[in-house]
């Protein structure tokens, strides 16, 4: 869904910390923007120096959602600002200065265009599917979470595989012995579910993604699961796990657990300055080959 959007009411820039010359250019983020007297606020990623296990990022206060956050890094920045965004809904723009950027909307050398959009209202909104993962232990809900790209839950020790049944609403799919499972989003389709043999898939299709991780399994392909759809997956008591949201929040999962993942109520959106098709954006971050390795007309 992209609808059009006017001038943000304030911009929260989002800056990889660890990088002198994303500051540089938040400075100069800073400066631009003034002079079309829009209200600026900064924050650092610090994604770096997260301790393990923490599940949740609380917003940034008095954040609406016709604010903009504007990050200035790589996917992992772009994660971090997810997870400020999320509840209060703000549209989240980000100026690439990772490697492939696959979540930004622009590349360094474009600043001044995004600049002079955001200042004009020259930019639309298109909303992202979420997961929503709850774990339990019996029938007790112990955690929860949620993610943009993906959750995986994967064996805790290097030396010994995990055996999950994967369920989809309420009826056995398959087992796996194997290092772990992915459940993805459309977005996350391009991240970790795609280095592990998952299928590309395009925004705006509505779907969830199931994959195991290196099983020993006659039956391993990955499945593209309904929205609406419930996946549920069982640890076998033999052994501890350890789930993963968008490589960033790490829960324990004791053996025998199972987790839920949904599609999440809440979408995370995103600010588009051109109407872009994912098709091009495709080929251009991953350097797509098209036309033949003998050359066009050979």
């Keep these: 869904m992209i609808r059009a959007i006017g001038a943000p009411s304030r911009v929260h820039v989002v800056v990889n910390s660890q990088s002198n010359h994303a500051l540089r250019i938040a400075d100069s983020v800073d400066t631009g923007l003034s002079k079309h007297k829009i209200t600026t606020s900064r924050e650092s990623d610090e994604s770096e120096n997260a301790p393990f296990g923490t599940h949740e990022v609380t ?10 956050i504007l990050v200035i890094g ?7 600002a997810a997870e400020l965004g999320r509840e209060s809904g703000a549209a989240i723009l980000g100026v690439n200065l990772g490697h492939v950027g696959f979540l930004a909307e622009a590349e360094e050398e474009n600043l001044q265009f995004v600049i002079d959009a ?20 019996g029938s007790e809900a112990v955690d929860r979470t949620w993610a943009l790209n993906e959750i995986s839950l994967e064996k805790h020790d290097r030396e010994k595989m995990i055996s999950v049944l ?4 309420d009826h056995p799919l ?52 309904a929205p609406t759809s419930v996946i549920r997956l069982e640890l076998s008591p033999e052994a501890d796990a350890v789930m993963w949201a ?3 929040r790490m829960i324990a999962v004791a053996a025998g657990s199972s987790l839920e993942v949904r599609a999440n109520d809440q979408p ?31």
Excluded at 59 to 68: A, H, I
Aim: charged share 20%.
């Design 59 to 68: 917003g940034v206060p008095g954040l609406l959602p016709t604010d903009l």
């Design 74 to 80: 790589g996917d992992g920045t772009m994660l971090r």
């Design 118 to 137: 955001i200042a004009g209202g020259e930019w639309s909104v298109e909303e992202r599917l979420a997961l929503d993962v709850m774990i339990f232990q």
């Design 166 to 169: 994967a369920h989809v609403d």
């Design 174 to 225: 398959s087992r796996w012995g194997c290092d772990g499972v992915i459940c993805a989003t459309p977005t996350g389709s391009t991240a970790y579910a795609f280095s592990a043999g998952g299928p590309i898939v395009w925004p705006e299709v509505s779907a969830l993604l199931l994959l195991p991780i290196s099983a020993h399994s006659l039956f391993a392909r990955p499945s593209v699961i």
């Design 246 to 248: 968008d490589g960033r």
């Design 268 to 298: 995370v959106r995103f600010a588009r300055l051109v109407p872009a098709p994912f098709t091009d954006r495709l080929v251009a971050k991953f350097q797509l080959p098209v036309e033949g390795w003998r050359g066009v007309g050979k």
